[in-house]
């Protein structure tokens, strides 16, 4: 193990240590803290400038919360989130384990050009995209709608869900699949009933990844919307930035707000979340 | 699609069914079928286009087009060229169908980006990006070496750590830019108890750029470290104990025996590393819109949207042009990427 185990250091470093450890964490989350400070407190405290002082009328609890709840175009904006991530999550993983079954199982001409395609996709800047994407959303009726943003994003991320899929694939056992063939089982079939049920710690991965990324996306959000009707949260805190000027107190909350389903999510699938980050940080 | 190779050997005295054979072969094709078509539409082909549109100058729209009434004076031609005029005109009527406004300018567009003081700022600042983005791999490595020890409540330490990359870059940036307020900012706060003078990061144009990738640093350290404690896991112990009895120890250790073991974690944070910096969008219009000035932090993902869709008209052959230098930037990244893999691939 590297660093040396701390247990194998005096005692004096070892306090230390375990004294550095909380200090540093503290340090490193302090922007997360003061957005947390923040919405807690009144906001007469900002008219006052009293940014990071006590609170002078004591701690308000959830009532930012629940003031960016009821008086502010909030859970439309994070409805639409939630009616464009999940959609897109189901569907370009589903895409990709067709793809990755494909490219991981079969060798054929092609194979490994029709792989490069989709990585490099998935690399590319999203500007070079922008404006064909935009016309084409708007040619087909779906500019501004919910639609549009979960089409084009399933489309993007089939790029590093092929990668994924097809990597996690190869590293199968291939004896299964050939015994599957000798007992002539159809290759839909092996796709369905061998294969798949093994994907699963891969399925739950890139859900998980797919998720957080579009739940967090803004600039195709800013590209292809522009109402309230069918904007995500991501860019609708930014109108919010306008209705909300300088209130800080509300502002903080609805970022903390908008912020929690893909921490949610991180902490509830945190092995398969790593898991999918880190696919190939290990040889 | 002739040649195919099956996985399952064909014996001679075992013939296969026809029908298995080119089951096998149809195959996978039909699997990778939606999902080429889907990223054909919005991937690939666009990519063509916008090569095509940065010859062109367009706004963006479609007007109707229009023919000649049957019996007028008018011909089609003629009714086609007067363009939007020809709805004023005498003996021309709209056919229903709309087309493309743009005008072909050939490489205009690429020669005013070399006259334009807006797109080398952006380029400017998309260098000092690429960078200064580079320092989240040796913070990502410090950190992970500092948590990759047992200790109680390590786990949730490590997740703690990694907590700022599962943040929207929008919220990131918003927290930032609340942190560099110029007078209550808890930045100034701080630097005041130390008697510095208060400063307006965001606003000054010295600061701005920087002030930004501070901000992005801050999740980027997070991924790389985690790429870090997940390569530390797979450091082979017995070649530590082995370089440790050789008395290795400390930056030696390090630099010798564990940094090559780390190479693949290397290889993926200078890959994720590139491509955000290159992507630094969401940051720069959350913090400073561009600004301060005229465009002082801006890069060319945020030149091109602004330029593409500004509210002055939108400019999309211009826009296309600036996407397709970015684009061959990053392609030279995507080249090397894919040469590593396809050698992989091979050895």
Not at chain 1, 120 to 130: D, E, R, S, T
Not at chain 2, 141 to 169: A, C, D, E, H, T
Not at chain 2, 224 to 233: D, E, F, K, Q, S
């Amino acid at each position: 193990m590297f660093p040396r185990p701390i247990e194998q250091y005096g005692q004096g470093t070892r306090v230390a240590y375990n004294a550095v450890l909380p200090l540093a964490l503290l340090v490193w989350l302090i922007p997360l803290l003061a957005v947390i400070w923040f919405s807690i407190k009144p906001g007469e405290d900002f008219t006052t400038g009293n940014y990071w002082g006590w609170p002078e009328n004591g701690f308000q609890g959830i009532t930012n919360y629940m003031t960016v709840f009821t008086q502010s175009a909030m859970p439309q904006y994070l409805w639409n989130s939630v009616i464009i991530t999940v959609p897109t999550m189901f569907g370009a993983v589903a895409l990709s384990c067709m793809t990755g079954f494909a490219l991981g199982v079969y060798r054929f001409k092609g194979n490994l050009l029709i792989f490069f395609m989709f990585v490099a996709g998935n690399f590319v800047p999203f500007q070079i995209l922008m404006v064909p994407v935009r016309d084409l959303t708007d040619q087909m009726g779906l500019y501004d709608t919910r639609l549009g943003l979960i089409l084009f994003h399933v489309a993007f991320q089939t790029g590093f869900c092929t990668l994924f899929m097809r990597n996690f694939i190869r590293a199968l056992p291939r004896a299964l699949i050939e015994a599957a063939r000798v007992e002539g089982i159809s290759e839909w079939r092996i796709f369905w009933f061998v294969v798949l049920p093994l994907m699963k710690p891969a399925i739950a991965a890139l859900c998980v990844l797919i998720f957080t990324f579009i739940w967090n996306d803004f600039f195709w959000a800013v590209v292809l919307t522009q109402s309230p009707e069918s904007q995500p949260v991501t860019a609708g805190i930014t109108a919010f930035n306008g209705q909300y000027r300088a209130m800080y107190h509300l502002m903080s909350a609805g970022s903390i707000v908008a912020a929690i389903p893909p921490v949610a999510m991180f902490f509830l699938m945190q092995k398969h979340f790593i898991a999918g980050l880190t696919l190939g940080a290990v040889k | 699609m002739a040649s195919v190779t099956t996985d399952t050997p064909i014996h001679s005295n075992d013939p296969a069914p026809r029908a298995k054979i080119s089951q096998q072969a149809i195959a996978p094709w039909l699997f990778l079928l939606p999902a080429f078509i889907f990223f054909a539409v919005y991937v690939i082909i666009p990519i063509f286009q916008s090569f095509y549109i940065s010859a062109y100058e367009w706004n963006g729209l479609y007007s109707p087009e229009y023919r000649a009434v049957a019996g007028s004076e008018m011909t089609d031609l003629e009714c086609t060229e007067l363009g939007n005029r020809a709805a004023r005109t005498e003996g021309c009527e709209p056919t229903g169908e709309n087309v493309w406004t743009g005008e072909y300018v050939g490489f205009e567009n690429y020669r005013n980006l070399w006259s334009d003081p807006f797109f080398w700022t952006s380029l400017k600042n998309n260098v000092i990006w690429l960078l200064l983005y580079f320092l989240a791999i040796p913070g990502g490595l410090f950190i992970s070496l500092f948590l990759n020890q047992k200790v109680f409540g390590m786990r949730l330490y490590k997740s703690l750590f990694f907590f700022p990359f599962v943040l929207s870059q929008v919220v990131v940036g918003l927290v930032f830019s609340w942190f560099y307020l110029p007078n209550e900012g808890l930045l100034n706060e701080v630097l005041s108890w130390f008697g510095g003078p208060r400063t307006n990061i965001l606003g000054s144009n010295d600061y701005a750029t920087y002030g930004i990738i501070a901000a992005g640093l801050w999740p980027q350290t997070a991924y790389c470290m985690i790429l870090y404690l997940t390569g530390l896991n797979a450091v082979d112990p017995e070649q530590i104990e082995a370089a440790r009895l050789d008395g290795a120890k400390g930056p030696k250790m390090l630099w010798y025996v564990v940094l090559p073991q780390l190479w693949p974690a290397t290889f993926i944070a200078i890959v994720v590393t590139v491509i955000g910096a290159l992507r630094s969008f969401d940051l720069i219009t959350i913090m400073t819109n561009g600004g301060p000035g005229f465009y002082n932090t801006s890069v060319l993902a945020f030149y091109m949207y602004d330029v593409a869709l500004s509210e002055f008209g939108f400019r999309m052959g211009y826009g296309s042009a600036i996407a397709v230098i970015l684009f061959l930037i990053m392609m030279v990244y995507i080249a090397g990427f894919l040469w590593k893999m396809w050698r992989d691939e091979k050895g």
